[in-house]
């Protein structure tokens, strides 16, 4: 299993730079040659959603190799060890609705177009677990496509 894992991901990678070497030779494609000088240090599946972008004539941010984890960053500064109990999915409406800070989660600073959002989705989140625990799975695959449209993941339908 192992050696046809190696197989097709080499199978993979072959397909990949064949794809970024014809992409580096398209005006406009520069990004082909960035992905293709690391294409060995990136994750097949992005790798793939790169090629794509490019060929619609998309711009593709390329993570930089050196740069430092930016959820390290984010991590200690915003997520502390609490005591406190679970911050309920209402106490999150009603802080989002009202602009208030709730615990660590800075609503305040949010304007009221992204707190509005912020509340849709604490929503369908919610009609997701409900529909998950009374065992609708109809219901549940529409909710759990409007919630990952929410996040930016529309394509997942």
Do not use: Y
Not at 4 to 28: F, I, M
Not at 141 to 154: D, K, P
């Amino acid at each position: 299993m192992e050696a046809d894992r190696e197989r097709l991901r080499a199978t993979v990678l072959d397909r990949q730079r064949a794809a970024l070497t014809e992409l580096c030779n398209r005006p406009g494609c520069e990004g082909a040659r960035a992905i293709l000088d690391r294409l060995d240090q990136l994750d097949p599946v992005t790798v793939d959603d790169a090629i794509a972008d490019l060929r619609a004539g998309r711009f593709v941010p390329l993570p930089e190799a050196d740069a430092p984890d930016l959820f390290d960053t984010f991590f200690p500064a915003v997520v502390r060890p609490s005591n406190s109990t679970t911050i309920a999915r209402g106490q999150s409406r009603s802080a989002l609705a009202g602009g208030q800070n709730l615990g660590p989660l800075p609503f305040a600073d949010l304007d009221s177009q992204t707190r509005k959002r912020g509340q849709h989705l604490v929503e369908t989140w919610g009609a997701a677990e409900n529909d998950l625990r009374q065992n609708q799975p109809e219901r549940l695959s529409a909710m759990l496509a409007r919630l990952f449209g929410l996040i930016g993941l529309a394509a997942l339908r």
